[in-house]
């Protein structure tokens, strides 16, 4: 496969890279919409992105992975940059196919210097609506369903070196009296299927190098725990991240003082902190 060395010679920084390939979507559930995909190419020359179609729902899930693991990014973790693997699935015509075989996702792998790459597919997808009476009430509860699937293969040996699937559920009832309407609750469960694979610490020890263990408890318990200004559960919690990763941690409770301190993980991180009642204002 010839590809332009001088826009894809990856970093020489020792890290090792996640490639994330783009997710199938064989649910039989697809929309179609147009997508700006920007390339090196297209960067260094000063170009447009061009406009491609793509699945509304695979490029969802792309996008959550990205997401989840972009938190482990530090000293020893990264992702091949997006406008990178753009570029290489550009050259192969994936946009025009949609297909990349085991062979060439290898391949496309060692070019941009991942370690691992990931492959998804969503199985399940759907919303559906299911009426219910109370008392001489009716209403309507949609029910949005995802089911995902994770590989993470190996590109040295292309074995597969973790594997996973998850599911996402969310429900939504309509006001009593209020006219039924149909609902699209397709990208919230992809969205909880993500909560899931981000909950799913055995998998994410294997992936992310020198992962360290983090456990936040507080007193009270139950306070909502935040990482980067986003609630990731409440205590007591605790999940894995990069060795070296640099991480903002807040616990909110009504009632107490938040608390909010930055930490560099050199090593496993126990956080335990009574919080502090709010004083009454006289």
């Known amino acids: 496969m010839a590809t ?13 890279r996640v490639l994330i390939l783009p997710f199938e979507n064989t649910s039989g559930n697809r929309h179609l919409i147009d997508v700006r995909v920007e390339t090196l190419l297209a960067a260094r020359e000063g170009e447009e992105p ?6 509304r729902y695979a490029h969802a899930a792309l996008s959550e992975v990205e997401r989840v693991l972009g938190q482990h990014i530090g000293p020893t973790f990264a992702l091949v940059e997006r406008k990178r693997a753009n570029t290489l699935l550009e050259e192969i015509g994936f946009h025009n196919t949609g297909m990349v075989s085991p062979e060439t996702r290898l391949e496309l792998g060692r070019m941009s210097g991942a370690s ?3 492959t ?3 199985t399940s997808l759907g919303t559906k609506s299911i009426p219910q009476q109370f008392y001489n009430v009716t209403s309507t509860k949609h029910v949005g369903t995802a089911r995902l699937n994770l590989r993470f293969i190996d ?3 292309g074995e597969i070196i973790g594997l996973g699937g998850y599911d996402g559920v969310v429900e939504e009832v309509q006001i009593p009296g209020q006219a039924t309407r149909e609902m699209e609750l397709e990208l919230p469960a992809i969205a909880e299927a993500f909560q899931a694979f981000e909950a799913d610490e055995r998998l994410i020890s294997k992936i992310i190098p020198d992962a360290v263990q983090i456990n936040i408890d507080s007193e009270p318990s139950k306070a909502r725990v935040l990482i980067a200004g986003r609630t990731v559960g409440r205590t007591p919690f605790e999940r894995k991240a990069a060795l070296g ?3 903002s941690i807040s616990l909110q409770k009504d009632g107490f003082e938040q608390f909010e301190r930055e930490f560099t993980l050199d090593d496993d991180l126990i956080v ?4 502090q009642p709010i004083e009454e204002t006289q």
């Not at 061009?50 to 699945?55: C, G, H, I, Y």
């Not at 335990?272 to 919080?275: A, H, I, M, N, Q």
């Open 116 to 118: 691992v790459i990931c």
């Open 245 to 247: 990763e640099i991480i």
């Open 155 to 157: 590109v040295e040996t």
């Open 272 to 275: 335990s902190e009574t919080l």
């Open 120 to 122: 998804g597919t969503i």
């Open 50 to 55: 061009k406009t491609r179609q793509v699945d």
């Open 4 to 16: 332009n060395v001088s826009l894809n010679n990856p970093p020489q920084d020792g890290k090792m």
